[in-house]
């Protein structure tokens, strides 16, 4: 490939590599006529000869050159260099909001910070009619000397319209920070699938985890679609209550019982903070909880829960015993049923190889990491 470490693209050396996803690798280069360094998004070769995934750049930068906020990472340029396409970024030198939280827990006045910097790019993409569709930590980019940016609009969708930057518009989100509305693949989504988002933002920054978490992305976007959220002050007692309302108010199933906008989620968060002081935030965020779990299941037939009594486990037991009495009469039914479930299992495999493999092919540089989202579990990356 011609994007190698030492190589020159354009104006552009390529000093080295930043971060790589599913659809795009992102370098570090110098440009030396005007003696700064940028950041390099490239579209990986297997998507540089697809007129889809090609749009899906130009429309990108398109969207975030008309976003014109000081919390945006800003798009300087569109180019194509030997057929591979790519996009030309402020370089941010610092880290994510990803990658910060495994460091330490963060102050009162960063949390306070965060949300009104992402708040306030929100704001201005929202003016726009464009929805972000992916906030995350991963996204959310800290310099050096503390300045917050919101980056990678690949997802963005024009609210209006319905266009997104992603033609077929294949990848839905990430499931740890996915809307309900999003994940149920709503095509009228509006500022409330930001507002959400963000909330799980906050949620995992004050509660020390993200409300879902499970051992698949179809679990956990199940949960955001159906399960209540878990009460903040049961999974970190340390959180105050006005900061836990918010959390609810934010993080509502229902669109209309979220805030109207994130103007008013950022005012009604700073309302919350200035209330319970700093200390209360800062003991708040230092708690890390156990992540998520779903509620284990017996397996065993009689098998209680442990934290059933002996004599209710007893009864259990008994109960089950004479349910199996009575269900051996009807096995010879329940056995056809099985078989034909065994059937269509069968078929469903067949067809879930094909679609695997059609999946792999169009993603077969993907490289297997947690995160983001496409018809198959995918990945998350930086600055992607």
Do not use: C
Request: hydrophobic share 40%; aromatic share 8%.
């Amino acid at each position: 490939m011609a994007f190698e470490i030492g190589s020159t693209i354009g104006p552009y050396q390529i000093i080295t590599q930043l971060g790589q996803g599913g659809m795009a690798t992102v370098y570090k280069a110098y440009h030396a006529s005007l003696d700064r360094y940028v950041a390099l998004k490239v579209l990986h070769a297997v998507f540089s000869r697809d007129d889809t995934y090609i749009e899906r750049f130009e429309r990108e930068a398109r969207l975030v050159a008309r976003l014109d906020h000081p919390n945006i990472v800003p798009i300087y340029d569109y180019s194509e260099y030997e057929g591979y396409p790519y996009l030309v970024m402020r370089f941010i030198e610092g880290d994510t909001l990803k990658a910060r939280l495994k460091q330490r827990p963060l102050s009162a006045q960063e949390i306070s910070d965060i949300v009104v910097s992402v708040g306030g790019a929100l704001h201005a993409a929202h003016r726009e009619g464009v929805l972000h569709r992916d906030v995350k930590p991963s996204n959310i980019m800290l310099d050096r000397s503390g300045k917050i940016y919101l980056t990678d609009f690949g997802l963005a969708r024009m609210a209006q319209s319905g266009e997104s930057t992603l033609s077929k518009d294949m990848m839905l989100g990430t499931p740890q920070y996915i809307s309900p509305e999003q994940a149920r693949g709503d095509r009228k989504l509006d500022a409330g699938t930001d507002i959400y988002s963000l909330g799980v933002v906050v949620y995992e920054m004050v509660a020390g985890r993200v409300p879902f978490s499970a051992d698949t992305p179809y679990a956990i976007i199940h949960d955001h679609i159906f399960s209540p959220l878990p009460l903040p002050s049961l999974v970190n007692p340390e959180i105050p209550g006005p900061v836990e309302r918010f959390l609810l108010k934010a993080l509502a199933k229902d669109r209309r019982a979220r805030f109207e906008s994130v103007e008013q989620m950022v005012a009604a968060y700073l309302a919350a903070a200035n209330q319970v002081g700093d200390q209360a935030i800062e003991a708040a965020s230092a708690v890390r909880p156990a992540p998520a779990s779903r509620p284990a299941v017996p397996t065993q037939p009689g098998a209680v829960p442990s934290s059933t009594s002996p004599a209710e486990g007893k009864a259990a037991a008994r109960r089950q015993r004479r349910s199996g009495a009575r269900s051996r009469s009807g096995l010879w039914p329940l056995a056809g049923i099985i078989l034909l479930v065994i059937l269509l299992v069968a078929v469903g495999l067949v067809l879930n190889q094909a679609i695997t493999e059609e999946a792999q092919h169009i993603f077969i540089d993907s490289p297997a990491r947690e995160g983001s989202w496409y018809i198959l579990p995918g990945h998350d990356t930086l600055l992607l």
